[in-house]
């Protein structure tokens, strides 16, 4: 039987890896798109009558050298107000999703926010008492580009719409956000790196580590069929810029056949990218 929610583990040297669903939404076809005539990406995705179609986001945990990080927690309950129309009625948490691969929110250390549009950081507040927002980890940091901060604190009406202000103001405030200006390491093997395109300043986790290496790319590559070069969608801020940097990015990760993870591929899970072109699916399906 089809698991209901896919989910994908692997080793990369001495760390464990688990891409799992952490929630889900809807989303214009159109958008999600670019410029790709409808004909043609209705063929790859099933759309509503309002030309929506229903994506995942995929959540990521790296497990080892007593580390436990996330990843793209995912779209929770706190949304743009002019977006709410498309949020998923069937939405499954990040507290189930991370139930769904045994991981107890407690154990979480760190917490890498690729970027601060509402469906890749919303997963980590719920709501409580008198509506306060509060956070689903006790202990974990949450590690955030300085420059997409204050870009999601700034930008103009046409660029905020993918940002939940109440989320922002809550993780700019929260004392266990760190800040930082460009890459990082979080550990032996666990690079964080810094793109341009989609949003000024997005960043991403890669494990390498026993020859084997993995990247969860976010949005920079959200759906499978982005992969094409020349793929940018209209939630990305600087299209050119993405396509560039993306070009380059994929270049790479073709010649070395990394295993890389997405933020919103709506069959698999996981890649592995081939040197010959393509990708041979890992999960789901
Ligand atoms: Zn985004």
């Given at each position: 039987m089809k698991d209901a929610r896919p989910k994908y583990q692997f080793a990369i040297g001495s760390f464990v890896v688990d891409i799992f669903q952490a929630g889900s939404f809807l989303v214009d076809g159109g958008a999600l798109f670019g410029g790709v005539?409808?004909?043609?990406?209705?063929?790859?995705?099933?759309?509503?009558?309002?030309?929506?179609?229903?994506?995942?986001?995929?959540?990521?945990?790296?497990?080892?050298?007593?580390?436990?990080?996330?990843?793209e927690p995912g779209v929770g309950e706190i949304w743009p107000e002019a977006l709410l129309e498309y949020?998923?009625?069937?939405?499954?948490?990040?507290?189930?999703?991370?139930?769904?691969?045994?991981?107890?929110?407690?154990?979480v250390t760190d917490v890498v926010l690729t970027h601060l549009h509402y469906d890749h950081c919303g997963g980590v507040?719920?709501?409580?008492?008198?509506?306060?927002?509060?956070?689903?980890?006790?202990?974990?940091?949450?590690?955030?580009?300085?420059?997409?901060?204050?870009?999601?604190?700034?930008?103009?009406?046409?660029?905020?719409?993918?940002?939940?202000e109440e989320l922002v103001?809550?993780?700019?405030?929260?004392?266990?956000?760190?800040?930082?200006?460009?890459?990082?390491l979080l550990g032996e093997g666990l690079s964080v790196h810094v793109g341009q395109g989609h949003t000024p300043c997005l960043q991403w986790l890669e494990v390498r580590s026993g020859g084997k290496a993995f990247a969860h790319i976010s949005d920079?590559?959200?759906?499978?069929?982005?992969?094409?070069?020349?793929?940018?969608?209209?939630?990305d801020a600087y299209p050119g810029d993405l396509c560039r940097f993306k070009t380059k990015l994929l270049k790479r990760a073709f010649r070395e056949g990394l295993t890389i993870s997405w933020a919103h591929d709506p069959l698999y899970p996981a890649v592995r990218l081939r040197p010959e072109g393509g990708f041979e699916a890992l999960g789901g399906g």
């Open positions: 005539p409808p004909e043609v990406w209705t063929a790859w995705m099933e759309a509503d009558s309002r030309g929506r179609v229903r994506i995942p986001c995929w959540g990521c945990v790296v497990r080892g050298e007593g580390k436990c990080i996330l990843t949020a998923d009625p069937e939405i499954v948490s990040l507290r189930v999703g991370l139930g769904d691969i045994g991981i107890p929110v407690e154990a507040c719920e709501r409580g008492e008198r509506g306060r927002l509060i956070d689903l980890f006790p202990e974990a940091h949450y590690h955030v580009q300085e420059w997409e901060m204050s870009y999601a604190r700034s930008a103009g009406p046409w660029e905020k719409e993918g940002y939940a103001g809550f993780l700019a405030a929260h004392p266990r956000t760190c800040s930082w200006n460009g890459p990082f920079i590559v959200p759906t499978q069929w982005h992969l094409a070069y020349h793929l940018a969608s209209a939630f």
